[in-house]
């Protein structure tokens, strides 16, 4: 990966393990605190541009927000609780909550291209270079 193009993904992992992006949220769920997911991704090189793929299941199109903001890239997907009207939860292993990532991006990104699709619960995000950082062959021509 270029670093120079997409940079080292920025994250407030160690605020959510520890609460902080919890205050001032209320209770979603009567069964546990909502939480906040760090959507799994993968990201891609291809000649033309950057490609991440966001696992965020439970989530929608409407409810998924990126933002791009000077040279950081904002994900961020509600998910709504889905079981409220199956009456009181007796036992819960699925967890409910919002996924967050942010990204620093290079300036070889051409901010104003990025576009986004969402299928099946993955977030497919294209970062297209610049004209400029793409790779490119240069024909030598004969002059002899």
Do not use: C, W
């Amino acid at each position: 990966m270029n670093t120079n193009t997409l940079i080292n993904e920025q994250t407030t992992h160690a605020q959510h393990q520890n609460g902080a992006a919890l205050q001032g949220r209320g209770q979603r769920h009567p069964a546990k605190n909502p939480q906040n997911y760090r959507a799994p991704v993968d990201v891609y090189e291809a000649k033309d541009r950057f490609i991440v793929l966001a696992d965020m299941p439970g989530t929608t199109s409407d409810d998924i927000e990126i933002v791009i903001d000077a040279n950081m890239l904002e994900i961020t997907g509600k998910v709504s609780d889905r079981y409220t009207t199956l009456g009181r939860a007796i036992h819960q292993e699925y967890g409910i909550g919002d996924y967050h990532r942010h990204f620093r991006i290079g300036s070889g990104i051409d901010a104003d291209e990025i576009t986004a699709t969402y299928r099946d619960g993955i977030l497919h995000v294209n970062l297209p270079k610049q004209l400029a950082v793409q790779t490119r062959t240069v024909h030598v021509e004969d002059r002899s």
